[in-house]
């Protein structure tokens, strides 16, 4: 199963309201970053908290990690029509290099 | 710098047939990563290298699928022979995995196989 597992699936505002997602995962991390995807397109990166920092910003967005839960959200703040998009969650194990995705939170803002 | 180029962005071909996708990493980082994403399954990491080096390729589906990266600067996805299920779309990203863990995606070759 994905290590990261995102919450909602999906979510739909108006704009100018504030979207909240989860990620939870399930082992040892040296960090969690959020990614962005918006339709036919590839991910970009947001944001990467690493297992010793709490709450981390940039812009309007706010991350916090809690590790004694195994989890994580991102605050998008202020939403706006373009910030539409999949997000996902994508933790980097102590074990290794690589990234392990979740499977994504649709955010659809409306104008 | 351009980002990661990708090449074909689509790619249509016939059940049986030979899929070779390429990848052009940012220049500087020395990780490269190849991924597929279908609904179904979602996000799925096949292999990644480091200083071009194969280091995990236990995503890889089966051997029908092989990858290669001879230089710093080229990677290519082979899928030989091609079956239905393996239509997805394959992502390339890279990383300058010593400074920065993060991750720089391609704009991905959507791949149908019919």
């Known amino acids: 199963s994905q290590q990261g597992e995102e919450d909602p699936q999906a979510l739909s505002i108006q704009e100018g309201e504030n979207a909240t997602m989860n990620c939870s995962y399930k082992?040892?991390?040296?960090?969690l970053q959020w990614y962005r995807q918006n339709s036919g397109r590839g991910l970009v990166h947001l944001i990467l908290?690493?297992?010793?920092?709490r709450e981390k910003h940039s812009g309007r967005l706010r991350v916090t990690l809690d590790t004694s839960k195994k989890s994580s959200s991102l605050l998008i703040t202020a939403s706006r029509a373009a910030d539409t998009a999949s997000y996902f969650c994508?933790?980097?194990?102590?074990?290794?290099?690589?990234?392990?995705f979740g499977e994504g939170t649709q955010l659809t803002v409306n104008p | 710098d351009a980002g990661v180029i990708q090449s074909p962005r689509h790619e249509v071909t016939e059940m049986g047939q030979e899929v070779t996708l390429r990848c052009k990493p940012i220049?500087?980082?020395?990780?490269l990563f190849w991924y597929r994403q279908t609904m179904m399954r979602g996000l799925e990491l096949l292999i990644y290298?480091?200083?071009?080096?194969?280091?995990?390729d236990s995503g890889m589906p089966e051997d029908r699928f092989s990858a290669k990266m001879p230089n710093a600067s080229f990677s290519t996805l082979k899928i030989q022979p091609s079956e239905p299920r393996d239509s997805a779309v394959y992502f390339c990203?890279?990383?300058?995995?010593?400074?920065?863990?993060?991750?720089?995606f391609g704009p991905g070759t959507r791949l149908t196989v019919t």
């Open positions: 990203a890279s990383s300058n995995w010593d400074r920065t863990h993060e991750q720089y």
């Open positions: 908290i690493r297992s010793n920092e």
């Open positions: 290298f480091n200083n071009n080096v194969p280091i995990d």
């Open positions: 994508a933790t980097e194990e102590t074990s290794g290099s690589r990234l392990t």
């Open positions: 220049s500087g980082h020395n990780s």
């Open positions: 082992t040892s991390i040296n960090n």
